[in-house]
């Protein structure tokens, strides 16, 4: 019973990991609340393809162009409507490789919807007030919508007090903690919803997969992922349990649950033994464990065994092509929902 | 299993409830985060208490006491050394019964501790700007450091946007969608605690109960108890679950709990069968049953099956003298903690 929850178990694919980059992926990307849905034939579709029994994988990947498409005929439509069209500013300080990466994979995002993406590249020494200068700037730029900062910050800044500089109503990650207390309470409802658990309840509600009523439980606490999912799957009214690092027996309460949502960024941390037969699972781990068949030398698992997962749950994400593409895709709605907002279109 | 969460049990005294009122008496009130602690001889006195078989009762009457005179000696430290008198500001509308009887008794908390106390009254027929024009007084009045609305305010007013206009530095209340947010996040830190949820968790702290690494199971999900209780023990590394009127199987989760608050207005509903053998139970609910043996023609019964919960459980929280007089111990301390804060008085 009692085993420890951050114990990286060595079968179920390799696992020697390097360090696992789960929280820094998320904090780069993006998802919305309401809106955007699935036409009905493609939700019976994508239904009856969970219940086949060889074919329980969620594929993130195909949801997530389907919101993409989606979002790009909303894009179009406010456009020709209004004139508007919406716009995401991302703000990069420092020149880290992977943090390049992710701004130019969201600038390409952005184009591919027909977003207008703005980008603010500062060198490393930069000061706070510079970078707090520029979201200042795009605080008051009526053609900015989202504000994203990436990061991490160059350690010489106080990343609460430049985040806070944001102005919530163009706070697309929803990070903000106005947000987070709105996102908690009843009768209150967020700005923005973060961008990762927001893809994590859109891919149970793209699959049907009911949630009102059942056991979920959150594997995982932080600010970015486990803490907003356990908020969301309750603003559903499914009966959520966290679990954590200081849970003393995570696999007996994670067996009780019918949802399982795991963000804790350990490779294949949750087994066959953790999961009730027939659970849905939504594995937000993106964790590089080493592949000497690998060209790269590593491949990427997540936080769930997935050979032994996919043989007990009724449907699982794959890493990668799971949580991963909703999150940026995620990010456009926000950014969408922001601009339709402001202009009051529907 | 599956039973309903909102039945009324008949048994264990009669349960045949008028209205519950245990969330207005909640609103009423008021709890604090950090400070304030007991002597050691004391702490090990109730935890000795505790252990003893015969004396499971955790007695909130007693500790609420313990506080005020901690926070009397607070204020009167204070005022000593900074000529600062920590000041309450209470607004009253309408002339409601059990609203006016509320506002007397803070009145008569913030005396004997040597807390100012302000009130307005304002008539049943008052504008919503008036109110505001009182709120925006206070906000500015530099002598008062808490303001507390009374509710609930009459039906022709928007409870939510007066409570907005509340300075979140003088919010004592804790309720602030800013407050709630930080509490949720970790390595953020609100500015009040709400009231009660923060009296359960002191209770707990008092009576040496561990926290850290146990089963919790909070039932209710309230903005003012519930929520903000399951975000209270998070915080403290238990593993929580919260259960709610959707729950399918409410008694199994809360069999698996080492701590359980219980805050859902249901006369009798947890029964000894839904407790673990050993468990601590805060009872939240403060819930009229008839009793025609009172001469008030009813008697005042918890959440919790007290009789069948002291065979059960290590430690229980009578009703009334448990939960209750907390709440309003911590209202005055969140009062005494704001003016600390202003004036940086340590």
């Known amino acids: 019973m009692a085993s420890s929850l951050f114990f990286t178990h060595s079968h179920c694919y390799s696992s020697s990991s390097t360090s696992s980059f789960v929280f820094r992926i998320h904090r780069q990307l993006g998802v919305t609340p309401t809106s955007l849905r699935f036409s009905s034939s493609y939700v019976a579709s994508v239904a009856a393809m969970a219940m086949d029994s060889s074919a329980k994988v ?24 209004t004139g508007v069209i919406p716009g995401l500013a991302v703000i990069l300080v420092g020149d880290r490789k992977d943090s390049a990466t992710y701004v130019r994979n969201k600038k390409k995002a952005c184009e591919s919807v027909g977003i207008n993406s703005l980008e ?8 706070e007030e510079e970078v707090l200068n520029y979201i200042s700037g795009y605080n ?24 806070n500089a944001v102005r919530i109503e163009k706070d697309v990650d929803g990070f903000h903690p106005l947000n987070i207390g709105r996102l908690a ?19 149970l509600h793209r699959y049907n997969v009911s949630v009102k009523g059942k056991r979920a439980v959150v594997i995982g606490r932080s ?7 356990a908020l969301l799957l309750q ?9 954590h690092s200081r849970t003393s027996n995570p696999e007996e309460i994670t067996r009780q649950a019918d949802i399982i949502i795991s963000a804790v960024g350990k490779p294949n941390m949750v087994r066959g ?33 997935y050979e032994e997962a996919i043989k007990v749950a009724s449907a699982v994400t794959p890493v990668p092509g799971g949580v991963g593409p909703m999150t940026i895709a995620m990010l456009l709605q926000n950014t969408l929902i922001s601009a339709k907002r402001v202009h009051n279109f529907e």
Chains 1, 2 share one sequence.
């Open 58 to 81: 969620i594929d993130g990947k195909a949801v997530a162009k389907q919101i993409r498409d989606e979002i790009t005929a909303e894009v179009s439509r406010m456009r020709e409507a």
């Open 120 to 127: 603010a590249n500062l060198p490393e020494d930069s000061t």
């Open 140 to 163: 008051d730029d009526p053609s900015v919508h989202g504000i994203l900062v990436q990061l991490p910050l160059p350690s010489h800044m106080n990343e609460q007090s430049i985040l």
């Open 185 to 203: 309470m009843r009768g209150r409802d967020p700005l923005f919803v973060p961008c990762t658990p927001k893809g994590c309840i859109e891919l």
């Open 223 to 229: 600010n970015i992922v486990g803490m907003p999912a």
């Open 235 to 243: 603003r559903e009214d499914a009966t959520v349990s966290i679990v």
């Open 273 to 305: 033994s953790w999961i009730k037969p027939g659970a849905v699972i939504i594995d937000v781990g993106i964790n590089p464990v080493e592949d000497p068949n690998s060209s790269r030398g590593y491949k990427l698992v997540g936080d769930v065994c």
